[in-house]
């Protein structure tokens, strides 16, 4: 398509982040207190580093606080579960954060779990989970996935009425896939997931009118998968060699923007697209948390 549309990923967070920002001025007049949220970090994962401290710089950007827990890949499942009930129980913490992945020899669901779930500003407890695929009126009361909230709301930029559309969705992961269906169902799509062990993806992805890519395989989705006129969501980020730069890398997504770029109506690019999104939807999490609280 001549006219396709790149969603500003870096611009629809910005905007998020501001209205966020007044939502934290105006618990700090009525309660007396700042927003914060519990960053806990387990491991020196170079990835999972950047991530961390780009979520505690946006953080303190709009005025909440941050409390960074960095421990060492050693720790044991019972200090960190100690961690989890301090913070748990500590009332200026409002948000807990857990990265993943965990170390090997800790049982990741066992320790989202430990987290009370008013305060799983990721929406990754097993109750939280539960409310998501429920719906309805317990949206009121969940959280939602960060990066999949983040795609919804770009996605209802392009298009505010989904009703209808058919949205395929590539990975099936509890952090991504399975909660993007559940949004997308609440908001009436019909929803196919399709994984490793699909058969004929290619056929499935090009009956899509949206298409949410979440497997973490670089330029993987083609434009001969493409419908003419889809909304294209790339929620992969893949470093890879650089092409034409020796001993360089490039961040790219699980759709290879250039080509795919041709077919989509719509398409969010890697970078500047749902990365910031993730980011201001974990603010938000932690804001509405910390009002939920005051309740
Ligand atoms: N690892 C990759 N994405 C996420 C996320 O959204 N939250 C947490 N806690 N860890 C992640």
């Known amino acids: ?46 990835a999972s580093q950047v991530y961390v401290n780009t979520k505690t710089k946006m953080a303190k950007e709009i005025g909440m606080d941050v409390e960074d827990h960095f421990l060492e890949k050693t720790v044991t499942e019972k200090e960190l579960l100690s961690l989890i009930d301090q913070l748990n129980k500590n009332e200026k913490v409002n948000g807990i954060l857990v990265q993943l992945p965990l170390p090997e020899h800790m049982d990741s669901r066992l320790i989202i779990d430990a987290i009370d779930p008013i305060k799983d500003a990721d929406g990754f407890h097993a109750i939280n989970v539960g409310r998501n695929s429920i719906g309805g009126d317990l949206l009121k009361k969940t959280f939602t996935p960060c990066t999949p909230l983040g795609c919804y709301l770009m996605l209802k930029k392009v298009v505010p009425d989904l009703k209808g559309m058919h949205a395929v969705i590539i990975g099936r992961s509890n952090i991504v896939g399975k909660p993007m269906a559940q949004l997308l169902l609440e908001e009436s799509c019909t929803v196919t997931i399709v994984h490793s062990k699909t058969k004929d993806i290619e056929d499935m992805v090009k009956q899509a009118d949206i298409v949410v890519a979440a ?15 889809a909304i294209v969501i790339d929620v992969g980020i893949n470093r890879i060699d650089h092409p034409d730069k020796p001993g360089k890398t490039k961040l790219v997504g699980d759709v290879d923007y250039d ?37």
């Open 1 to 46: 398509m001549s006219d396709t549309k790149v969603i500003d990923g870096k611009q629809i967070a910005a905007d998020l982040r501001l209205e966020t920002k007044d939502r934290v001025t105006d618990f700090q007049s009525k309660y007396n207190k700042v927003p914060t949220l519990a960053v806990v970090l387990v491991g020196e994962d170079p």
């Open 215 to 229: 497997v973490g395989r670089p330029n993987m989705v083609k434009s001969n998968w493409v419908k003419d006129g």
């Open 259 to 295: 080509d795919v770029f041709n077919v989509a109506s719509a398409i969010t690019p890697v970078p500047g697209g749902v990365g910031p999104m993730t980011i201001a939807c974990l603010l938000k999490n932690t804001v509405d948390a910390a009002f939920r609280q005051q309740d």
